[in-house]
């Protein structure tokens, strides 16, 4: 029997909007994470794409002029061609427009009214556009705003269909709490345990309004509800490797993941999910990153300048995956300067250089693995895995300083060749750590290891 692949995804990101640095977060962690598990050769299915319908969408089609699906073709190649700029290497890529997603969500609609978990009734009350969800009077701020977008939600009555959510209350929060469906970090955990203490009320998944979504089959004139659409792109990609075994996400759609995509996978008979990781968000110099602001940051121009492992390199080191911080320009100089360039770019510049003066050759050995590193990768721990290799680096770099080899070539040649392979080797095991993380680096390092040469030095100075 073949094994069965690892399974992790990101959220399909919303089309109304470019990519920009909170989606490209995401996706460089889950790439870190799929990297990790093929270079330990187990196979894997890296799963990204694009949400495409809503009246969000329409709207924002309609304000250029453009037919919906003209709009949502560009902005979903842009996301493809970001992936590529930030060396993101996924498996599939799912856009909710794409037919055979559209067959999935009809045919697992079919599914849940068979097995009589669907109801037609009237829903009357509060909705954000933005958000693309019904809202309490509770949910709001004063005001009437919704508490995400600070923006008036909308009165609407309409006859849609019902999904039976809350006779699922009970179950989740059983398997929850003993861990068949686990979801951190803790206080993510906590929080959906805290909802679920409350109830759940019946979920409203069609629209009757809306005309750019996938039509209900028995009921044509209503659309499916654009978050039941797509949550089951997950389902959609699923090949032989049911069920994910880490689906990462942005802590601000936690309700989705932790409470209605479980709810309908239990509904339609499916296993769960293994691991929902909700990480934390950054603000931009210590402002919300908002278009208002205009402080949105744009990946692929920070990729241009720095480089992609840097921007790779940043967004995982500065603080943990599970927390809120803070990016700016300045402290991604610092990591640049400080690790990259000062820690990491002249320790493989200092080790190849005494290589080649004192003529010592070394062949190519198997180096040990940073295990600790890796541990705390798969605990999607990114910024400690770093740290301890970085850890390594350091001591390279102070190896060089205690044991002097340019006065070991005078005194104790066979002392400076011992030192020297030691070098080499951790230089291997550091190169074969950065691979899920830093790529580009590692595979130069690689090559210059094996005897290439390079004028330019891996992280030149900063224009
Ligand atoms: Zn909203």
């Known amino acids: 029997m073949t094994k069965k692949p690892f399974f992790i995804t990101t959220p399909i990101y919303y089309v109304n909007d470019?990519?920009?640095?909170?989606?490209?977060?995401?996706?460089?962690?889950?790439?870190?994470?799929?990297?990790?598990?093929?270079?330990?050769?187990?196979?894997?299915?890296?799963?990204?794409?694009?949400?495409?319908?809503?009246?969000?969408?329409?709207?924002?089609?309609?304000?250029?002029?453009?037919?919906?699906?003209?709009?949502?073709?560009?902005v979903s190649k842009q996301f493809k061609a970001t992936w590529a700029a930030l060396n993101i290497h996924y498996d599939t890529f799912i856009r909710t427009t794409d037919e055979v997603h559209i067959k999935n969500v009809q045919n697992q609609f079919e599914l849940l009214k068979e097995k009589d978990l669907l109801y037609k009734g009237t829903y009357e009350g509060l909705y954000c556009v933005s958000c693309e969800e019904y809202k309490q009077p509770d949910d709001l701020m004063e005001g009437g705003l919704c508490l995400i977008h600070r923006r008036k939600v909308e009165e609407i009555k309409e006859n849609v269909w019902f999904f039976k959510l809350s006779g699922f209350a009970t179950t989740l929060k059983k398997l929850i709490e003993e861990g068949t469906l686990?979801?951190?970090?803790?206080?993510?955990?906590?929080?959906?345990?805290?909802?679920?203490?409350?109830?759940?009320?019946?979920?409203?998944?069609?629209?009757?309004?809306?005309?750019?979504?996938?039509?209900?089959?028995?009921?044509?004139?209503?659309?499916?509800?654009?978050?039941?659409?797509?949550?089951?792109?997950?389902?959609?990609?699923?090949?032989?490797?049911?069920?994910?075994?880490?689906?990462?996400?942005?802590?601000?759609?936690?309700?989705?993941?932790?409470?209605?995509?479980?709810?309908?996978?239990?509904?339609?008979?499916?296993?769960?999910?293994?691991?929902?990781?909700?990480?934390g968000f950054f603000t931009v110099a210590g402002h919300k990153m908002t278009k208002t602001l205009k402080n949105v940051v744009d990946p692929v121009a920070l990729c241009k300048k720095y480089g992609v492992d840097t921007l790779r390199y940043f967004l995982l080191r500065e603080f943990p995956f599970g927390d809120d911080g803070d990016f700016s320009e300045e402290k991604l100089q610092q990591r640049y300067k400080n690790d990259l360039q000062h820690d990491l770019g002249n320790l493989v510049q200092r080790v190849l250089t005494m290589e080649e003066k004192y003529t010592v050759k070394i062949e190519p050995g198997i180096a040990p693995r940073c295990a600790q590193a890796e541990l705390h990768t798969?605990?999607?721990?990114?910024?400690?895995?770093?740290?301890?290799?970085?850890?390594?680096?350091?001591?390279?770099?102070?190896?060089?300083?205690?044991?002097?080899?340019?006065?070991?070539?005078?005194?104790?040649?066979?002392?400076?060749?011992?030192?020297l392979k030691t070098l080499h080797r951790m230089l291997e095991t550091i190169g074969a750590g950065l691979e899920p993380y830093l790529p580009e680096t590692a595979s130069r390092i690689k090559a210059l290891l094996a005897g290439g040469r390079s004028a330019e030095p891996l992280f030149p100075p900063l224009k």
Request: proline share 6%; glycine share 6%; aromatic share 8%.
């Open 18 to 74: 470019a990519p920009h640095l909170g989606s490209a977060y995401t996706t460089i962690a889950a790439d870190v994470l799929s990297r990790h598990y093929r270079g330990q050769n187990t196979p894997v299915l890296f799963v990204t794409g694009t949400d495409e319908h809503g009246k969000k969408i329409a709207d924002s089609a309609a304000a250029k002029n453009q037919k919906e699906h003209i709009f949502v073709d560009a």
């Open 182 to 279: 686990v979801i951190e970090p803790e206080r993510r955990r906590n929080e959906t345990l805290g909802w679920l203490k409350e109830g759940l009320r019946d979920l409203a998944v069609s629209r009757s309004k809306v005309k750019w979504g996938i039509p209900l089959p028995w009921d044509k004139a209503q659309t499916i509800y654009v978050w039941a659409d797509a949550l089951l792109n997950y389902h959609t990609a699923r090949a032989q490797a049911w069920p994910p075994d880490v689906q990462i996400i942005g802590k601000d759609i936690l309700r989705f993941h932790a409470i209605i995509w479980p709810a309908l996978l239990l509904g339609l008979g499916l296993n769960l999910p293994k691991k929902i990781f909700a990480h």
């Open 378 to 419: 798969e605990r999607l721990e990114f910024d400690k895995a770093l740290i301890e290799i970085w850890n390594l680096v350091r001591g390279a770099n102070e190896l060089i300083d205690r044991e002097k080899p340019w006065v070991l070539s005078q005194t104790d040649p066979h002392k400076l060749a011992t030192v």
